[in-house]
T-cell receptor
Framework: GAGVSQSPSNKVTEKGKDVELRCDPISGHTALYWYRQRLGQGLEFLIY????????KSGLPSDRFSAERTGESVSTLTIQRTQQEDSAVYLC?????????????FGEGSWLTVV | AQTVTQSQPEMSVQEAETVTLSCTYDTSESDYYLFWYKQPPSRQMILVIRQEAYKQQNATENRFSVNFQKAAKSFSLKISDSQLGDAAMYFCAYGGSQGNLIFGKGTKLSVKP
């Protein structure tokens, strides 16, 4: 596609439920990133995928968070047993290569509210 | 570990005036990139400008320019002739050998007509 696409754009869920957030990166981009942004805060790195290499999961806050990526395309971020502190915007981004200088393009995010 | 610090939570500028947003970072790497991203209320992160650490010349993009001081690990953004559409959150980010970007907490810029 023309840009990074994320769905759903907004999600309200009950505490304790599982949620899945989807990201479609820009076609041909081998690197894919997930960030979390709490209200009024900066971006918190969660995980990134680089081609067929093992993902860097160092930013995942707990074992309730996991992410998968199918080849070099769609990624799904799963949050199990959601808690109120999980409420945030989850931003996905992609870039052509995992190299520090490459521009990273962001989606519009998925706004998650846990009630 | 690398860190990025934006010491100004909020800034305000009069339309058509110039404003400078501050950013400092900490790293032991010698080869890296620095970025400024803009996030309007729509939440879409937009790349404003980027700087390669090995280049001494400051990057410019139209009304946006940076003052990159590598020894001081400082990377400020200057917005000239500010426009109402410049109002947004601005994030400074560091891109090093790890591949991901490390962001500062952001500066909220207001533009007064």
């Amino acid at each position: 596609g023309a840009g990074v696409s994320q769905s759903p754009s907004n999600k309200v869920t009950e505490k304790g439920k599982d949620v899945e957030l989807r990201c479609d990166p820009i076609s041909g981009h081998t690197a894919l990133y997930w960030y979390r942004q709490r209200l009024g805060q900066g971006l918190e790195f969660l995980i990134y995928f680089q081609g067929n290499s093992a993902p860097d999961k160092s930013g995942l806050p707990s074992d309730r968070f996991s992410a998968e990526r199918t080849g070099e395309s769609v990624s799904t971020l799963t949050i199990q047993r959601t808690q109120q502190e999980d409420s945030a915007v989850y931003l996905c981004a992609s870039s052509a290569l995992v190299r520090s200088g490459n521009t990273i393009y962001f989606g519009e995010g998925s706004w998650l509210t846990v009630v | 570990a690398q860190t990025v610090t934006q010491s100004q939570p909020e800034m305000s500028v009069q339309e058509a005036e110039t404003v400078t947003l501050s950013c400092t970072y900490d790293t032991s790497e010698s080869d890296y990139y620095l970025f400024w991203y803009k996030q309007p209320p729509s939440r879409q992160m937009i790349l404003v400008i980027r700087q390669e650490a090995y280049k001494q010349q400051n990057a410019t993009e139209n009304r946006f320019s940076v003052n990159f001081q590598k020894a001081a690990k400082s990377f400020s953004l200057k917005i000239s002739d500010s426009q109402l559409g410049d109002a947004a959150m601005y994030f400074c980010a560091y891109g090093g050998s790890q591949g991901n970007l490390i962001f500062g907490k952001g500066t909220k810029l207001s533009v007064k007509p």
